[in-house]
């Protein structure tokens, strides 16, 4: 049942009160409460980026070969290109907006900072969500763990990425109270 | 004071002799130049049209440039903060919209040279921006005369603050008012010399990377507009083929979907920039709707006139075209008369396939058109292009169109051509709403403006010394010159063949020469775009030349560098070459790979060097081949591109560009079929991943005092036929056909 607080679609663009629809999809995406009313076979990428305006999340191929559209789908990365909205009802989505902020960022995110990754920047949403899933998966991960990353990017910061992914690992393993410990 | 006299500001700009000019003019008098918002502020806090001092001292900078990941954002405003003296660390930057204005003397753009392309954005800054920020730094200074009562050459200034001689620190947000108010001074102001640097050559981190690193940063494809549909285009799939019949019936019965129409494509033999490729536009309220909507489409084609070309086609026209005399580039002495007396001339021909760009923020393209103007948002390399496009497009004056660039991702040459904005200006005419236009990655890779194919056939005549006598270099290639107005005029080679690359003058008998290929395909400009392929033919003939004469290849490049001198060099990136600056990098590349050690395990050891724009490059491999598996062990990129203006970006391009050449010259190629392009995913157009890539690019940047270079483009062009080289020596197959892969699989 759709609960009360949740925000439909229109709701969501536009936050005049609009009735609940019989047959929403009930998802929680960055801890908050949504109902999607539009197309059920809408990816989780155009309902995030067209519907949500979360638009940190990229489009970059559509067919889940990029990595740009990653977000983790109950704690795990997917690509959400290829995720209709009807295969999530009751789950719950982080994606880049959601994993830190401006002032508490995620340990991924400062190393990604400190070692200046960025080029572009437009698949370094996705290749950040993918590396908070390995390091949950792998705490300090081998070179053959990193490598194992498939993101595409097109400006070639591969080797800055593995520094911080690096770092991240050591961000994490020495924090007290890890911002990593989020999503 | 009057009010319009206080909002005065400054305009830097370029006379069209090159002299600079610092003018002065009234906001709001002749015309209304677009401010963004955050550079507007209160009107008194303003220093000209880059520079804006807010209350709390913090210093926003305008980054005029065209953000494709080549650091420009970071970079531009540096070269203002240094001359400024203003604290880096507490600087903000704002990206700066499309300056075009009507001024006293004509359209002008009121923040310079805008585009990003030929790796120019630094030393056209070099030129310009200092003195935006020393003329603000004067204003500043003088402010703080008048106040003190002191002349101007009493006071310096540090971190944002104008210093007193007893050391009283005035922040500058205290002198801001009273400063714009002065009238700036009518002669260049004095720029600071190397040892004063405070900003310049000292490390600077992206300034957008908090923004970035939270999904916030905006993006082309990021944009959205009120009343906006999104709109998808079923391109023709055949090379300047057309639509024959739709039937839209199960797309009109999509929900979301709104329409449906066909569009024209560009007219056959125009050089006109205008739009690609003729198709069917489904307009919906949302991208997947859109998606949906054209997946329901069923087109038939009318195939046009390229329905015959293929890869293979265009494989036997270029053999044949180089039996033919060609068009003379540049030709010295007589490489026929050097090949009779040669004691030994070798040859070897390399083959260089169509790239596509691929970005990874495919073309995107947001545009609202009124009866009196327009507004454009979205991720380009030439806003004075689009502005262009637009204008020819709806009959607006150039001035009523307003373009706001947002950070693109990625460039590499796709957005150097603005079909898309032209695209989408002619939906949005028909559709009469504003659009938002979408391409999806297949549209991307089956319709682009593709780097060109070609064959080059290189010949060395050397004497009983193993001296080389001559050098031919023919290249037969489909011309870059493709449907751009602005090059009809231009010759066939242009993008092609440079007359004046290495190594031109440095032998007595040099034969270069173009043979043009017709081709369906379209064709621009690719990073480093004709260097790319030239530095693998050459580079990897020198190679060859070296083992074939048992000669070392580091010492008989060295050889024909000779001693350190300025040559002519009249392509872009000249007028000189400077062949102790190609040596010297060369030379540290060779101590760095530790190129006279021999190697017993199985590794082996390639280089290449090469001149790109003003910037002096060499690369360095070592490799090993176990199976079908290529592995890089090391790989080393040393580079000097003049005074380096920040060296954390400089590492960053080169770091890229070596990455981006491994990624295309193991990996990638268009190839045609049936008159269509063959690739459309990252399935078989398989950009480099991180398993394929070296952990590390060593960088190693030479220190010098010469005129910045860019340094967007240099990092590639060496990568291709080191790369091959390395292959060389690991397993003694030569690889002369790119892409490398499937050509080493081929011959092993």
Known sequence: MPQPNA???????????????????????????????????????????????????????????????????????????????????????????????????????????????????YCQAGQIMAAVDLLKRKAQPSDADIAQLTNICRCGTYPRIRKAVRRAAQLLATSTNPAGAKS | MS??????????????????????????????????????????????????????????????????????????PMLIAEELDAD???????????????????????????????STSIPDGWKDLRQVGAVARWLLLEAAAQHWQLPQDRLKTESSHVLHPDGTRMPYAELVERAAAILPPAEAVALKTP?????????????????????????????????????????????????????????????????????????LGSSLDTNLAAGVVVLADNT?????????????????????????????????ALKGAGIAVRVEGDLDKARKAAKRTLEAKYQVPFLAHATMEPPHALIKIEPDRALFIGALQSPSGASRVIADLTGLAREKIEIRMTRAGGGFGRRLKNDYVAEAVMIAKKAGAPVKLMWSRDDDLRHD?????????????????????????????????YRNAGMKDEAAGIG??????????????????????????PRGWWRAPLHTFHAFAVQSFIDEIAVETKQDAVALRLALLGEARELDYKGHGGPKFDTGRLAAVLTRCAEAIDWKRKRSDGR?????????????????????????????????????????????????????????????????????????????????????????????????????EKEPAGAGEMGIPSVAPALANAIYAATTVRVRRLPILPELNRLL
């Open chain 2, 195 to 267: 040892e004063q640097y405070r900003v310049i050559g000292k490390p600077a981190r992206t300034v957008d990377a908090l923004a970035i690193v939270t999904g916030k940063a905006a993006f082309g494809i990021d944009s959205y507009m009120g009343g906006a549909l999104t709109a998808v285009m079923l391109r023709c799939p055949y090379l300047d083929g057309s639509v024959d019949s739709i039937d839209d019936s199960d797309t009109r019965k999509i929900a979301g979907v709104r329409d449906v129409f066909a569009l024209p494509g560009p007219v």
């Open chain 2, 604 to 704: 082996g050891v390639g280089i290449a060097c090469h001149f790109t724009f003003g910037g002096y490059a060499a690369h360095a491999f070592e490799v090993s081949v176990d199976g079908r598996d290529l592995r890089i062990h090391r790989a080393i990129c040393v580079i000097d591109v003049g005074r380096v203006v920040n060296p954390l970006g400089v590492d960053a391009m080169m770091m890229g560009g070596t990455i981006d050449g491994i990624s295309t010259a193991l990996n990638l190629a268009i190839t045609v079929k049936e008159g269509q392009v063959v690739q459309g995913s990252f399935g078989d157009y398989a950009v480099g991943r991180m398993a394929q890539m070296p952990h590390e690019v060593e960088v190693i940047q030479i220190a010098s």
């Open chain 2, 449 to 481: 403006f593709y780097r060109p194919f070609g064959v080059h056939q290189l010949t060395a005549t050397l004497d009983k010394k193993n001296q080389l006598t001559g050098f031919g270099h023919l290249c037969a290639a489909t011309p870059v010159n």
């Open chain 2, 496 to 521: 092609c063949l440079e007359p004046d690359d290495f190594p031109a003058g440095l032998l007595p008998n040099l034969d270069k020469r173009f043979f043009a290929l017709e081709s369906g395909m």
């Open chain 1, 7 to 121: 925000k439909t679609d229109q709701e969501a663009a536009a936050p005049a009160a609009v009735a609940t629809k019989p047959g929403a999809i009930e998802l929680t995406i960055n801890g908050e409460l949504f109902l999607h009313t539009g197309a059920p076979d809408m990816p989780l990428l155009w309902y995030l980026r067209d519907v949500l305006r979360l638009t940190g999340s990229k489009y970059g191929c559509g067919v889940g070969q990029c990595g740009a559209c990653t977000v983790h789908v109950e704690g795990k990365a997917q690509r959400s290109c290829l995720l209709p909205v009807s295969a999530l009802a009751g789950q719950s989505i982080t994606t880049i907006e959601g994993i830190g902020a401006a002032d508490d960022l995620h340990a991924v995110q400062q190393a990604w900072m400190e070692e200046d990754v960025p080029q572009c920047g």
């Open chain 2, 3 to 76: 009010g319009i006299n206080r909002r005065q500001f400054i305009s830097v700009m370029l006379s069209a002799g090159g002299a600079l000019i610092v003018g002065m003019r009234a906001a709001g008098a002749a015309f209304k130049p677009t401010v963004p918002i955050d550079m507007l502020g209160e009107p008194l806090t303003s220093l000209g049209a880059f520079v804006r001092i807010e209350r709390n001292n913090r210093i926003v900078i305008g980054a005029r440039g065209c953000e494709i990941g080549q650091g420009v954002m970071t970079s531009l």
């Open chain 2, 288 to 320: 997947w709707a859109a998606l949906k909507g054209r997946a329901a489409l069923k087109v038939s084609w009318k195939q046009g006139p390229w329905a015959e070309e293929s890869s293979a086609k265009l494989e036997a026209q270029a053999t044949e």
């Open chain 2, 88 to 118: 880096w660390a507490r600087v903000r930057v704002e990206q700066l919209p499309y300056g075009y204005e009507i001024g006293p003397d004509g359209p002008t753009n009121r923040y310079g040279a805008q585009g990003a392309g030929g």
